[in-house]
């Protein structure tokens, strides 16, 4: 693989560097910001030699290479483009500042969340494998050991408002010790725990607004949004006060008033109007997913995978978090996971049953991922692609997600689907199983069914071309090229009908720099290369792309067809000498299928070289512009 070229290739296939806003890359794909997407050429960049696939993800154009190579790749594509290496980070802002407000908030969110995911799921594995083991040893529920551990997987949930503060915090610019001030404000031991009234704790009134309305001192255990709003309020306060008290006393300044006015806010305005907000939301989502027959899931299922399509799945960690911190059942995540392992199963479906080896090495690692939990390269990579086992993968989630709601699957955590599920679904076990089969089998026969190979410019040449071949190979053998053309034999004439390309403008150092030897070379205009002169083939490579001769007058040729593609394993060409063969003036050599190499990637130009060269004092290139079939390519005169 050429490094520079596959560079070069894709930054074409982008539409050069004035369409590129910012560049990145990590451990298998380049990761690019895109000014105008319309002008990215998708299906060039999947042919693009090295490229193993092409999707777009959270605002950014994603091209998979492979480890090892992407960062060969990635630095000769910005020496090319003319740009500076960015971070990952630096490519995330600049593709959301691209996006329209409401995916800006719905990523806020994600980037709120995701960060406190790892501590959800400890503590809920943990629960998940607690209600296992007292189920099946009911005796251990009065052990010591288990009442410790019981104690160590509540804490999270116990405390999310902190966890969510502090991440809030540092996502809005706030300092994270003030925004953990205000989580523990709001979960303070002062106020009834919000999980209390539900058994009959009573309140008092905490703040009344002229009388109409009546503030009660209640926690807010089992609330999220509030906590981000509140923590949103203290960082644009404490933003203007470092901007306009004076350094010799914002040291004290800011933090007492940012906390005053904020805590204030919160146990008054923010937190009564955004819990009951956020009580409404939860209700709809519940009432949504345990609508009878589990129509309400299947719903749900179906347009879960377009929702990660459009980038604002993340709002469910909050719908998840709140049904957590509520009763600690979480049943969204089970419509998640019939969802994700349904475009796994669909992607599957496309690996095993495609003939094509660049989608077959894109989707079979990819399904895995989707089992797993990670859907997008699944989704971006292959279904989105393809549309159809995109809608396969609906059809199964959709099921899946019925069986979910009909057998009352819940999760003890979020942040983990598919295979991993099993660990926080303990509870419900058999149901998650069946969410699982009948989601991914669904998928997996829809997109059996579904899913055709796409037919490729280059395939269609290709049938056309072996279509045509016994016509073309009659009509060679019919045709008398050397009928009234002059023979010199100081000359090398043309092998190929094109246009031709000074040697030093050939695509390849080693040929540019006449390594081999001196010559010209042809762009063929058609798949055909002939003797140039009588001749013996010395040199046939296997893969028929290259071919030697020692012409009647001792001078030695070399015809080489294409760049670099030895890589094809002679895909695409066929020989109709073999070696040690005497051939005449103007007899077929080597067919070619032009158009499928390009398709491929590589460049047809053909350098014809005399790899002798030091036996003649002058080789000049004699023509310019088209060139026909044995028409005087190159001048020699010997020393």
């Not at 205000?182 to 031991?189: F, R, S």
């Not at 158009?595 to 080789?619: C, F, M, R, W």
Request: a negative charge; glycine letters at 10%.
């Amino acid at each position: 693989m050429d490094h520079r070229t596959c560079a070069g290739e894709i930054l074409d296939a982008i539409g050069g560097k004035d369409n590129l806003a910012s560049a990145a890359h990590c451990a298998t794909r380049l990761r690019l910001v895109i000014a105008d997407n319309d002008k990215v050429k998708k299906e060039t960049l999947e042919n693009i030699d090295g490229v193993k696939g092409v999707f777009e993800a959270a605002g950014q154009l994603q091209i998979i290479i492979g480890t090892g190579t992407v960062n060969k790749v990635y630095d000769q594509f910005i020496d090319l483009a003319g740009v500076e290496a960015a971070s990952k980070d630096d490519v995330k802002a600049a593709a959301a500042a691209k996006a329209p407000w409401y995916k800006r908030a719905i990523k806020t969110l994600g980037d709120i969340f995701v960060p406190i995911i790892p501590a959800i799921v400890a503590t809920g594995l943990l629960c998940g494998l607690l209600g296992g083991l007292s189920r099946a040893f009911p005796s251990l529920s009065d052990h010591y050991i288990y009442n410790i551990l019981d104690l160590l997987s509540n804490t999270a949930l116990t405390f999310l408002p902190i966890l969510i503060a502090v991440s809030a915090a540092k996502i809005f610019g706030a300092n994270i010790y003030l925004g953990a001030v205000i989580g523990m404000l709001m979960i303070h031991p002062s106020l009834v725990n919000a999980w209390s009234i539900a058994g009959g704790a009573e309140t008092k009134t905490l703040w009344s607004w002229f009388g109409l309305w009546n503030i009660q001192n209640t926690g807010y255990q089992g609330h999220v949004i509030p906590v981000v709003i509140a923590v949103l309020v203290l960082a644009v306060i404490e933003k203007w006060l470092h901007k306009h008290v004076h350094e010799m006393f914002d040291l004290f300044v800011t933090p007492l008033v940012s906390v005053l006015i904020t805590g204030f806010l919160t146990l008054t305005v923010i937190g009564p109007v955004f819990s009951q907000a956020e009580s409404w939301v939860l209700d709809g989502a519940k009432w949504l997913i345990t609508i009878p027959l589990g129509i309400g899931s299947f719903l749900m299922g179906a347009a879960y995978a377009p929702t990660v399509v459009a980038g604002v799945h993340h709002m469910y960690n909050a719908i998840e978090l709140s049904m957590l911190a509520d009763n600690g059942k979480n049943i969204w995540m089970p419509i998640a996971t019939a969802a994700n392992v349904a475009q796994g199963a669909a992607a599957l479906a496309v690996g095993i049953k495609s003939r094509n080896k660049k989608i077959k090495a894109m989707a079979l690692p990819s399904s895995l991922s989707a089992f797993m939990g990670i859907t997008e390269p699944a989704i971006f990579g292959v279904n989105v692609r393809f549309v159809r086992p995109l809608i396969a993968g609906m059809i199964g989630g959709a099921c899946g997600a019925a069986v979910a709601s009909l057998m009352n699957v819940f999760a003890t955590a979020n942040g983990v689907t598919g295979l991993f599920g099993f660990l926080i679904t303990t509870d419900s076990f058999l149901g998650y199983l069946l969410t699982f089969v009948v989601a991914s089998g669904v998928a997996f026969i829809a997109s059996w069914l579904m899913y055709k190979d796409p037919v490729t410019e280059g395939e269609k040449a290709e049938t056309k071309s072996s279509v045509d071949a016994p016509k073309a190979e009659t009509k060679a053998q019919e045709e008398d090229l050397t009928a009234g053309k002059e023979y010199d034999d100081t000359a090398v004439y043309s092998p190929l009908k094109g246009e031709v390309v000074l040697m030093q403008d050939v695509p390849d150092e080693t040929f540019a720099a006449e390594v081999l030897g001196k010559g010209a070379a042809v762009e063929p205009s058609e798949g055909r290369v002939v003797a140039p002169a009588d001749a013996t083939v010395e040199t046939l490579f296997d893969t028929h792309h290259a071919i030697g001769l020692t012409l009647d007058n001792g001078m030695e040729i070399l015809i080489h067809v294409g760049i670099n593609t030895v890589e094809l394993g002679g895909e695409g060409y066929e020989a109709h000498v073999a070696e040690g063969d005497k051939v005449k003036r103007g007899q077929t050599l080597i067919t070619f299928d032009k158009a499928l190499i390009q398709s491929k990637g590589y460049k047809t130009v053909t350098p014809v070289i005399i790899t002798n060269a030091d036996d003649y004092e002058e080789i000049n290139t004699a023509a310019s512009g088209s060139i026909g079939l044995l028409d005087k390519l190159l001048e020699t005169k010997k020393g």
